[in-house]
């Protein structure tokens, strides 16, 4: 099972030197993977009942934006994978994004890793131009897009959202046919999204048994329209809390195992924090006791 990290995209660690240092040290420790994850805007006044909670900073922390920060991944490294977790498929125009996409993947050689997902944040989404209620629908119709213009020597799309036709559209990716499409999020139509329209399914911040249920549905889901099982990859993101550097590795092991026994094949840790040094000391944990005892298990 590869173990990815998350880079430092947020607060004060939302620099170039935190940036390249941290992609760097990580390659050099050999991180299978580095990820970021897809905010633009932060609206000051939320609705109640989200999944999620409260954002867990204030809305003027800096961010970095996830598509530019990918770049600059690409081109500071050489053997990581990079991917997103997730890119909300509303927050571009979907030829926009499959031509930064692309591009990224022409810089990477191939190692972008695609999340995507469909948002969970109402107030953000309409300051974008999300419809809310149909984002569903609509991110179905991002994915098709992106495949057709990543794909076809003559990219046409007709649907409710976007037309196009009698495009020239290149490069197309490295990857062939496409880099993978990971689909999170856990609802029935998250799960139709993996099996019709994804490679892998990308959880996110759920238990070994969450994850052992979720993988029942996503069966389930897969059986209903005679998807192969052993095609959708599984993975997840969990955050690793400040505890870690105060107490034994063992917990977190013992956590990475069971998602392994599961057959994931990725886990995404996210340990961001406030100087690079502390990310940095807590990468040499991972690497060097976490990950080869994860190997053993």
Not at 153 to 166: I, L, N, Q, V, W
Not at 273 to 284: A, P, Q
Request: aromatic share 8%.
């Amino acid at each position: 099972m590869d173990i990815g990290c998350h880079l430092p995209t947020q607060g004060p660690v939302a620099t170039r030197e935190a940036l390249l240092t941290f992609a760097r040290e990580a390659e050099a420790r050999g991180v299978a993977a580095l990820w970021v994850s897809d905010h633009v805007v932060f609206p000051r006044t939320l609705s109640p009942g989200y999944p999620g909670g409260r954002f867990p900073h204030p809305p003027d922390t800096p961010y970095l934006e996830p598509v530019a920060v990918l770049a600059a991944a690409a081109v500071c490294t050489t053997r990581a994978r990079i991917g997103a977790s997730v890119f909300i498929l509303g927050h571009r125009h979907p030829i926009v994004m499959a031509k930064m996409l692309t591009t990224i993947d022409a810089l990477s050689n191939g190692r972008l890793i695609c999340g995507v997902g469909v948002g969970w944040w109402a107030e953000e989404l309409d300051a974008l131009g999300v419809p809310f209620r149909a984002r569903g629908r609509q991110a179905n119709e991002i994915l098709r897009v992106l495949k057709e213009l990543w794909t076809a020597d003559k990219p046409a799309f007709a649907g409710e959202f976007y037309r196009f036709s009698d495009l020239g559209f290149a490069p197309k990716p490295v990857q062939k046919p496409h880099p993978p499409l990971w689909v999170g999020g856990d609802s029935p139509g998250a799960f139709r999204r993996v099996v019709t329209l994804g490679d892998g399914w990308h959880a996110s911040s759920k238990t070994p048994a969450e994850m052992r249920a979720g993988i029942a549905q996503l069966r389930a889901a897969a059986d209903e329209v005679r998807r192969d099982f052993t095609t959708i990859t599984l993975s997840v993101r969990i955050r690793l809390g400040p505890e870690l550097l105060k107490g034994s590795s063992q917990p977190v092991i013992d956590q990475l195992a069971e998602y392994k026994a599961l057959g994931l094949s990725h886990v995404v840790l996210d340990f961001r924090r406030e100087s690079t040094g502390e990310m940095v000391e807590i990468l040499d944990r991972v690497t060097g006791e976490i990950r080869p005892a994860v190997d053993r298990a």
